[in-house]
C-alpha cells in the first residue's frame, strides 16, 4: 500500500510559478508510474504530466509541454511537478498519482494510489 501527500499549491499571478512536491510512504515509489492529474470545476479529472521509470518515458499532455517539468527524488520518496507561465487556465486541483502497472495510461481509473489534491489557484 502506498500513501500520497501533495503540498506545494497556492495562489500564484499569471506568469507565476509553482512547484508542487508528492511524498510516497508505506514503500518505495521509485519503480511506480506517478503523474500529476488535475480537475478544475465542472470538468473532468485529466492527465497533466506522467514518468515511467522503468523505461524513462514522460507524457506531457498538450496543456503542459513547455512549461511544465516532473522530476523525481528517489532518496526522499518524492515527484516533483515544476510548473513555469502559469495562466488562469491552469486553475485547478491537483492531484498526485500512482500505478503499480505500465505502461503510462492517460486515464485515472487506471492509477491505484491517489492523493488528497492540492488547489492551484492562477489570477491576479
Known amino acids: 500500500q502506498v500513501t500520497l501527500v501533495e503540498s506545494g499549491g497556492g495562489l500564484v499571478q499569471p506568469g507565476g510559478s509553482l512547484r508542487l512536491s508528492c511524498t510516497a510512504s508505506?514503500?518505495?515509489?521509485?519503480?511506480?508510474?506517478m503523474g500529476w492529474f488535475r480537475q478544475a470545476p465542472g470538468k473532468e479529472r485529466e492527465i497533466v504530466i506522467a514518468?515511467?521509470?522503468?523505461?524513462?518515458?514522460?507524457y506531457y499532455a498538450n496543456s503542459a509541454r513547455g512549461r511544465f517539468t516532473i522530476s523525481r527524488d528517489n532518496a526522499e520518496n518524492t515527484l516533483h511537478l515544476q510548473m513555469n507561465n502559469l495562466n488562469p487556465e491552469d486553475t485547478a486541483v491537483y492531484y498526485c498519482?500512482?500505478?503499480?502497472?505500465?505502461?503510462?495510461?492517460?486515464?485515472?481509473?487506471?492509477?491505484?494510489?491517489w492523493g488528497q489534491g492540492t488547489q492551484v489557484t492562477v489570477s491576479s
Open positions: 498519482a500512482a500505478s503499480e502497472e505500465g505502461p503510462i495510461d492517460l486515464r485515472p481509473d487506471k492509477y491505484e494510489y
Open positions: 508505506g514503500r518505495s515509489s521509485s519503480a511506480l508510474i
Open positions: 514518468t515511467n521509470p522503468r523505461t524513462n518515458y514522460k
